[in-house]
Each structure stands twice: as C-alpha cells, then as structure tokens.
C-alpha cells in the first residue's frame, strides 16, 4: 500500500519525518513529497508535484492556509483516503474529497499505526 507524505521535511523533529520513519518500519511504501530538500531513511524528498501512480493514501503535514495551492494535485493523485494529521484539518478540502469519492480521515498517522488501524 503505498502512501504519499505530503509535506515531508528532513527534520527529525518533525512529526512527517517520524511518520515517514514510522511508516516505513511497518513495511509501507512510502513517496517523499514537500518543499524541503533531501532523504529520509534512504527515500528522496522530491519537490514540485511529482507524478506518482497508485497512491493509496495521502498523508498531510501541510498546514490549511498552504493546501489551497495542492487541491488538484491530491485530486490528480486519486488515492482511496487523505489523512489529516492533528493541525491540517479542512473542510474545504475535506468536502471536494467527498465529491470526488475520496475518504477523509482526520486522524493522526502514527496513532492510527501505533494502534494498528493504518
């Protein structure tokens, strides 16, 4: 299954980098996408609005005032669900997933994998 991070940063503090890292031991294919430069754990971070087949899931680590400027490219994307990590919550964004039958889910990745209902 494999899962799109939006907003992906090689910060180490950073909650999309302890996903990322979270994810991966899990076995989860993981796509790097943010504004940062740089790897984590071996996986580029690329910038811009890569091209990616069959994401099954979109991560958010992009705050609401940013995620304007990425609607189509989620859109674009198709993936089954977008999870809105704690901060990323919008309902603008959330009500054109539902239009397009796209599940929003405004949970917080590591606690859904830490629980095991990732």
């Known amino acids: 299954m494999k899962t799109l991070i939006l907003g992906a940063t090689p910060n180490t503090d950073r909650y999309a980098y302890k996903a990322a890292i979270a994810l991966q031991n899990k076995g989860h294919e993981i796509v790097l996408?943010?504004?940062?430069?740089?790897?984590?754990?071996?996986?580029?971070?690329?910038?811009?609005?890569?091209?990616?087949?069959?994401?099954?899931?979109?991560?958010?680590?992009v705050g609401p005032q940013n995620q304007a400027a990425y609607y189509d490219y989620i859109l674009s994307l198709k993936p089954k669900r977008v999870i809105f990590n704690p901060g990323t919550e919008n309902t603008e964004l959330e009500n054109l997933l539902k239009q397009n039958n796209i599940e929003p889910v405004i949970a917080c990745t590591l606690v859904m994998l830490s629980v095991g209902n990732y």
Not at 35 to 61: A, C, F, R, S
């Open 33 to 61: 996408v943010g504004i940062k430069q740089g790897e984590i754990n071996g996986v580029q971070i690329q910038n811009g609005m890569p091209d990616v087949k069959d994401v099954h899931t979109i991560t958010l680590y």
